[in-house]
């Protein structure tokens, strides 16, 4: 993202980062974070905001609350914290222009395994969107999303041809917070191949994806296959010590 912008938005992301690097490289465990009114003055947002981020390194265990003492960094590693971003973040991070393609959305109820997946009922309806998505026009990756209505009443409706992440956060006041994914080889299928300009049977990445909202919901289910000869997985991690 541009450093010439400076929203609420991107100050709360400075204050994450911010945040972030001192546990990661200033602060020892046990040692303390700089006061809410501090950190709020700091970065000009308001306290509540800082709540909020801080909120939220309590959640992942980063930092612990003593009442009346302050927020103390904890014992667990910092690498444990991956970012969780869109497809349209991850191309844009490496230089490159995201773009959708839409195959087809509809509602369908849920079924059994994506309900199962999504902790709602097969008889549950869920907006199915597939896409391919594409970096600087080149597909990269077939995406099926499934979003429970309950959670997007008239996602139907909304622009499908950029970042569904944004469509949740704008029009739906979603804040995505964490999601639980695994990634796995595989092959692509005849269609899945077509669609993905490649040969039949060409080896792949399969990433799938439960996101969760601020209130624990599970927002979306999504299988995204991202062709092996175009995409690698790539993640910085710590020795913990
Ligand atoms: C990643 C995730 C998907 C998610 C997508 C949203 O690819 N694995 O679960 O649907 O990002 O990307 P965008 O907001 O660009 O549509």
Do not use: W
Not at 6 to 21: D, N, S, V, Y
Not at 129 to 154: D, K, Q
Request: glycine content about 6%; some cysteine; overall charge neutral.
């Amino acid at each position: 993202m541009s450093k010439l912008e400076a929203p609420q938005e991107t100050k709360t992301g400075q204050l994450r980062a911010h945040l972030l690097a001192l546990i990661d490289r200033e602060l020892q465990p046990g040692e303390k974070l700089p006061t809410e009114r501090d950190l709020a003055e700091q970065f000009g947002v308001s306290r509540l905001t800082v709540r909020r981020a801080v909120d939220r390194l309590e959640t992942d265990q980063l930092v612990y609350r003593v009442q009346g003492a302050g927020t103390f960094v904890s014992h667990k590693s910092i690498a444990k914290t991956i970012e969780l971003t869109s497809f349209s973040e991850d191309m844009r991070s490496r230089g490159l222009e995201p773009g959708s393609r839409l195959i087809d959305a509809a509602q369908v109820p849920a079924g059994a395994r994506v309900g199962f997946a999504l902790g709602i009922s097969p008889a549950d309806p869920v907006v199915r969107i597939r896409r391919v998505r594409t970096a600087n026009g080149t597909p990269m990756c077939l995406e099926h999303s499934y979003v429970p209505i309950a959670i997007a009443p008239g996602l139907l409706d909304q622009p499908m041809d950029g970042s569904l992440y944004d469509v949740l956060e704008r029009a739906y006041k979603i804040r995505l917070e964490r999601a639980d994914q695994s990634i796995k080889a595989t092959v692509l299928e005849l269609e899945e191949a077509e669609l993905l300009a490649v040969r039949p049977l060409a080896p792949a990445l399969l990433v799938e994806r439960v996101t969760y909202d601020q209130r624990g919901r599970a927002a979306e289910l999504a299988k995204s296959i991202y062709r092996g000869d175009r995409y690698s997985y790539e993640i910085t991690i710590h020795r913990e010590g």
